[in-house]
């Protein structure tokens, strides 16, 4: 059952063919199983799962379904606040954020009928991409055990590609969502910005902050996105666009669609089989009768600058307490970022901001006048070994961090919706990716695009082998 | 912090602080930060209209 996919469980137990109940003990009996090695969880809530499932179970008998999600078990990253539940962030503190109410993505699923598991791992503060943590322990990559999951919502991808839940919530400051989602042959969606609501999560960049779902397929990640997306008065960033069915266009295929490959800056010092992963699709998308063509991106560096100017300004900002008050408690790479970004003068951060506005009209108005949608590598090259986040000098690690990022960075900055789809495998095994970006509250065609090429290339059907 | 961290984040911003200085050398006094939403707004709204 672990190994369903959340639209085939959700479908069975309206069927009948399994109960709320069944699939949590499933779940949990896969949590207890595996999750010592893969360390993708940090707080395991098995009373409540269970009690929510007995409740759904109840109502299923009656008859009574709270919607598409009415018993399918979730986990959520440590990041959200669900009420009863302590909200680390990632960091030493079990209590470290606090909210009045839950984070409303949350509340929304669990209203839809998903089940809580738990709380997920990720990288302290969110604060880095490869998912290693030295105070919930380094979170194994599902299909290779000593090699990073992707970070920072590590435990997301980790959970999900194991099967301890059938689909999870990430964040994606710099890439927090896509990149775990690539190390782990799953599907992430960061949406755009504005698109989900932030309510309830802990913030790290206010500007650069989204909230996406992680699942093993498209159709999995439009169904959540449907049910989370839409206006929230606790979100003043919220948009009041009216939210489509992203199910409902899946189909519609891919026959001449437009679909841009970047010729400068996102093939530059790839690993080679990244690079012939993603070639790979896009042939996959050509024979689909897509409209495939090179075109040069406005220099999209300018905007990686950009974004990190901002987002280390806000990290600073949301996080000064822990850093003035206990910065011994910080691993020493997450401190350095922080601590840059108390150097930053206001001149700069205001600059960054409106240099932000240029650039996204700038890229909107350009790139979309000659393609549909982007397609472009999201990783550099496959999931690196563990020491690679964990081995070596403060600036080592510094640096190997922003090349793993540089390719989704700049999408946050532009606030575009960007969607990582699996695009086969390394001769090692580990996961390749490939990263398809649209117009500004254009996840449909994203979604579209990312479920013709799921199809084509028959993914879907392979695990992770744990045991 | 550490004077090797001192160090590094010094060197790190003086390299940001200089990239913000060209990209926005010609930047106009009319673009604002909340240029950023209407762009995405305008974006799909122009999207909408063409299609």
């Known amino acids: 059952m672990t190994d369903w996919t959340l639209v085939t469980l959700a479908e069975a137990i309206r069927r009948g063919q399994t109960s709320p109940v069944e699939a949590t003990e499933a779940c949990l009996g896969r949590i207890r199983r595996l999750d010592p090695k893969l360390r993708a969880f940090i707080t395991i809530d098995a009373e409540g799962a269970l009690r929510a499932a007995k409740e759904l179970e109840r109502e299923a008998t009656a008859g009574q379904w709270r919607g598409p999600l009415h018993g399918v078990p979730l986990a959520f990253k440590d990041l959200f606040h669900v009420r009863g539940l302590p909200t680390s962030c990632g960091t030493r503190t079990a209590e470290y954020f606090v909210s009045p109410h839950d984070s409303t993505a949350v509340a929304r699923l669990v209203a839809a009928g998903g089940i809580t598991l738990g709380k997920l791992n990720m990288t302290e503060l969110a604060m880095g991409p490869f998912g290693d943590n030295a105070h919930h322990g380094h979170v194994q990559n599902p299909w290779r055990a000593g090699h990073v999951a992707g970070g920072s919502s590590s435990g997301s991808g980790a959970a999900v590609a194991g099967g301890l839940a059938l689909g999870a919530l990430g964040s994606d400051t710099g890439g927090s969502i896509r990149l775990p989602a690539a190390c782990c042959g799953i599907v992430g969606l960061k949406p755009t910005y504005g698109r989900v609501s932030r309510a309830g999560v802990m913030p790290l960049s206010w500007s650069n902050d989204h909230i996406g779902p992680m699942t093993r397929t498209v159709r999995d990640a439009a169904l959540m996105l449907g049910i989370i997306a839409g206006r929230d008065p606790r979100d003043a960033t919220s948009s009041r666009r009216p939210v489509p069915d992203y199910a409902a266009g899946l189909e519609a295929g891919v026959s001449g669609l437009r679909v841009g490959v970047p010729e400068n800056f996102f093939f530059q010092g790839l690993d080679p089989e990244i690079e012939a992963g993603v070639r790979a699709a896009l042939r996959v998308l050509e024979g689909l009768g897509a409209r495939v063509a090179e075109l040069r991106l406005p220099d999209p560096q300018v905007m990686n600058d950009v974004c990190n100017v901002i987002a280390r300004s806000e990290g600073a900002a949301a996080h000064v307490r822990l850093a003035r008050e206990r910065p011994e408690e910080i691993q020493p790479v997450v401190r350095g970022r922080l601590e840059l970004g108390f150097r930053v003068p206001a001149h700069d951060y205001i600059q960054a901001l409106r240099l932000r506005a240029r650039l996204t009209r700038h890229f909107v108005t350009e790139v979309f006048a000659a393609a549909d949608v982007l397609v472009a590598p999201v990783i550099p090259e496959p999931a690196p070994p563990l020491t690679h986040a964990t081995d070596g000098s403060v600036g080592e690690l510094t640096t190997r961090q922003a090349r793993f990022a540089r390719l989704t960075r700049s999408f946050n900055g532009l606030g575009l919706p960007a969607l990582s789809v699996p695009g086969g495998f390394s001769r090692a095994g580990l996961p390749l990716a490939l990263q398809i970006v649209g117009r500004p509250f254009d996840e449909a065609t994203v979604l579209r695009v990312g479920y013709a090429h799921e199809q084509a290339a028959g993914w879907p059907a392979r695990r992770p082998t744990l045991g | ?51």
Do not use: H, K
Request: glycine content about 8%; aromatic content about 4%.
């Open chain 2, 1 to 51: 912090m550490s004077q090797d961290q001192d160090r590094i984040a010094q060197a790190e911003y003086a390299d940001l602080a200089a990239a913000m200085e060209r990209a926005a050398v010609d930047l106009g006094l009319t673009e604002e930060p909340s240029g950023f939403v209407a762009a995405l707004e305008d974006g799909a709204a122009g999207q909408e209209a063409a299609s």
